[in-house]
């Protein structure tokens, strides 16, 4: 196994924190760059806040499976690696670009962040950039939640996990390998996202061994010759895709999947 030297880019949620500590525990992480773009502008004003709650309030299964989910993440990893940290409200950054370039990193994998947009694609590194989607690439691409559409969409075949050599689209980069995951058989949605993440975390560490162990070519599977795929925007996550997700998950022990979706494995 070759020792490569490993800078993540990261969001600010306990599932990133809780991934950077299974990478820095396995592999050489030479530091990290944990992107907090939580200040951005938000709606303000009463009648907002109470449609807000009164949302929060309708779908608390949504909403709760998430929070659960954070809640176990910060308790089984309450703090950060002690690697090397930069904190930035915006990751497409001068500083960025300063703190990874310094370290010299031969991969640098990205999770949770926003858009990673030209100027960070510039720095160098020795094998590339390497990126966690929580959803079945090419199938479901975008947002806020890959699990959630699918279940909303009554499509759990196409559950899964993505992991791909970034490239400046929505997960749109060509694939290194795909999963899918079973969630038909939890007991609630906040045990099916933990299943779900899990395994992703769980998938990029085998992606990342790969790596270390095998020489060039790497996987590299354009998504437009396995499907055209769906592209979700967090814009289209109505009220309606709620309430269909929940009238769904209560049926979801009786979903026959229609089709078997083409996964890309490790060395294929």
Sequence with gaps: MRKLKIVIWCGAGANQKALANKIAAAFDLAGIVMDDHSGGSK???????????????????????????????DENFPNWPGKPFLKVSDINNEETISFTANLQPDLIVVSGTSLIKKPLF???????????????????????NCTNWCIANNEFHLVGNTIMWLNEGIDSGNIITTETVSIQNTNDLAAAHRLVMDHAHDLY????KYITETE??????PQNTIDKGQLYL????TAGKRRQLIKNWKKRKGFVAPSIPKTISLGS
């Design 205 to 208: 560490l085998r992606a990342i």
């Design 234 to 237: 967090t814009k289209m996550w």
């Design 43 to 73: 709606k303000s004003g009463r009648k907002n806040l109470l449609a807000t709650l009164w949302d929060r309030f309708r779908f608390r299964p949504v909403y709760n499976a998430w929070k659960n989910l954070m809640h176990h993440y």
């Design 122 to 144: 510039g720095i160098p590194v020795s094998v590339g950039i390497i990126n966690l989607h929580t959803g079945l690439s090419p199938y479901v691409k975008g947002g806020p």
């Design 216 to 221: 060039p070519h790497y996987n590299s599977v």
